[in-house]
């Protein structure tokens, strides 16, 4: 038997989370089940912040003095350990941005306005984050191409059984989510990656919820693009990252222009900075990328496997205790490949008045669309309510999940 | 919880001038799109300017329907000078509870539509010292 706790010491872990440790009144200790918006910070991310501003500040690449030097010393590992983090083949292949939505916004502009021809095609996922919706529409109306979209099974998977059709004609980008953030739904993008490159397409994903979540390797997964957020995955936020391959960052044009992404300027024009400083215009988010590295160090000191056996142990008992709530699982869970948040839907309730009451016994969950319309829109539904984990929660806290559950159900029991 | 107290849920259940008026002199319909709530308000008035009939349906949740349907009993009656006039406080007043700043756009939808159907605008005066 895989007992949980040899999984992970989740009392061990949780001992490093102050913020989970409170009540959020008298008598109620908070149950924290919103990590798919953002995750909490463990103390070793603080401190390494605090650390930095106490002893090492000043502005990166500029300086001729000690500060500087071990300012950009810090930046830039926090890029390497990064780069180790999804086995990109090198450091000058992480991008660091201000979240996901901006490295989706940086490849869409940069690449798009340099690539896509009138009648180009882009495609998409009906599953997809506005993040990695919006972007492109932007870009495609700009340059006269077409967005076709990946439809979505009644089960919350990708149906690829159209993917010739979608894939035919001028298509040049394929942007797809490796975890929905709404239905826990784990792509297995293999298959995917495999036909968008034998049609001559670049694959981007949106990793904002898996790299937090299990392993990734973007050299297995032959990922053109990765996008993440370093606030989900226990860092700051303020800080992100584009993964690209280094041929393809090289070859496009800049996204932001000014300081730090030129090597030299003259009044006539500019010879663009080496990748990835090229698109890191302006003074970065410094202190939250060294954040970003104490959170990698972190979550791999735990180990990445570990976290997704253990996740997925949690989201089984979850979904076995929701079974035993009026309605069944069915009614509250959507059915999920392998992810780890199922979305809540009860008939008769709102999902706002279910996060309300939830709140009322300490749990934190998200209500509303999760900026993803068009996937509720799949599923007719308005909203929903997300309760979704991470290597932090426990067993006790999925019970006080059901608990609160049966509490708002009492409420609204007409 | 308070929040859920008694009468809106009965509110809630049991939404008053369900239903859309036909002919109607005010009709403005809107989503909130922070949580997909729909509200649809259609109102006649007689020769005095007089609320005659409020009809509405929407879809949301418990706060913003009991809201639109305190509100609706309200505004019968009143003249379209007084449907003007209808704040943040008296919707406040007729809930009775207190509402959270997040859930206040959930509170205020009805307010927003009524006043965007009687002015005739997307919005109006005064709109922002709500
Ligand atoms: C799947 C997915 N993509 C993209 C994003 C956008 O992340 P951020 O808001 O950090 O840019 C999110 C976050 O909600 C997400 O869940």
Redesign the pocket.
């Known amino acids: 038997m895989t007992s949980v706790e040899t999984l992970l010491n989740v009392e061990a872990i949780r001992q490093d989370f102050p913020v989970l440790h409170q009540e959020v009144k008298p008598g109620v200790p908070l149950v924290y089940l919103d990590n ?2 953002s995750s909490q910070k463990p103390t070793q991310v603080i401190e390494a912040v605090s650390e930095f501003y106490r002893k090492h500040y000043a502005n990166v690449h500029r300086g001729i003095h000690k500060l500087s030097e071990e300012s950009t010393e810090a930046y830039e590992g926090a890029r390497a350990k990064t780069a180790t983090f999804i086995n990109a083949a090198s450091r000058r292949e992480i991008v660091f941005t201000r ?4 490295s989706v916004n940086l490849v869409a502009q940069a690449w798009g306005r340099a690539n896509l021809m009138p009648g180009d095609v882009i495609v998409l996922t009906e599953m997809e ?1 506005h ?2 919706i919006v972007p492109w529409q932007l870009i495609a109306k700009e340059r006269g191409a077409e967005v076709r979209y990946v439809p979505v099974t009644d089960d919350g998977l990708l149906d690829l059984s159209g993917l010739d059709t979608l894939l035919s004609g001028p298509v040049k980008m394929v942007a797809a ?1 490796h ?3 709404v239905l826990g739904t784990v792509n297995a993008l293999e298959g995917l990656v495999q036909a968008a490159h034998d049609v001559g397409a670049l694959v981007f994903v ?1 990793g ?2 898996s790299v937090s979540h299990k392993p990734v390797d973007v050299q297995a997964l032959d990922a053109d693009f990765l ?1 993440f ?1 370093g ?2 995955m226990c860092g700051p936020s303020g800080i ?1 990252v584009l993964y690209g391959k280094r041929e393809l960052l090289e070859a496009m044009p800049p996204f932001l222009a000014g300081g730090d992404m030129i090597k030299r300027v003259t009044l006539e024009g500019a010879e663009w900075n080496d990748v990835p400083w090229k698109f890191e215009a302006g003074t970065p988010a410094i202190a939250q990328a060294v954040g970003l590295g104490a959170a990698v160090d972190y979550l791999t000191r735990v180990g990445m496997d570990r976290i997704y056996a253990y996740e997925q142990v949690l989201l089984g008992y979850a979904l076995e205790r929701l079974e035993e709530v009026p309605g069944g699982a069915g009614a509250w869970a959507r059915p999920v490949q392998e992810g780890r948040g199922g979305g809540l839907h009860a008939g008769g309730m709102h999902p706002h008045d279910i996060a309300e009451l939830l709140n009322d016994r300490g749990v934190a969950v998200r209500a509303g669309h ?2 993803a319309m068009p996937l509720h829109q799949r599923f007719n539904l308005v909203a929903t309510t997300r309760a979704s984990f991470y290597l932090y929660n426990t067993r006790e806290e999925v019970d006080r999940l059901i608990e609160a559950l049966y509490y708002a159900k009492s409420v609204f029991a007409f | 919880m308070d929040m859920y107290r008694e009468l809106i849920l009965d509110h809630y259940q049991n939404r008053r001038n369900w239903g859309l008026v036909e002919d109607p002199d005010i009709d403005y319909e809107e989503d909130n799109p922070l949580c997909g709530d729909h509200l649809h308000l259609t109102v006649r008035l007689d020769d005095a300017r007089r609320v005659v009939a409020v009809g509405w349906e929407g879809e949301g949740c418990a706060i913003s329907q009991a809201s639109a349907s305190m509100l609706g009993e309200a505004m019968v009656g009143k003249t379209l000078d007084e449907l003007k006039h209808f704040s943040k406080d008296d919707i406040l007043e007729m809930l009775g509870i207190p509402i959270s700043p997040v859930r206040l756009k959930c509170a205020l939808l009805s307010l927003k539509i009524l006043k965007a159907g009687a002015y005739g605008l997307t919005g109006w005066p005064g709109e922002e010292d709500e």
């Not at chain 1, 979240?99 to 901006?102: F, G, L, M, Q, V």
Request: glycine share 4%; net charge negative.
């Open positions: 798919a918006a979240n996901a939505t901006e984050h993040a990695n989510t975890m929905s953030n949106d904002a919820q996008a957020s606030h989900k992100g999760h900026c």
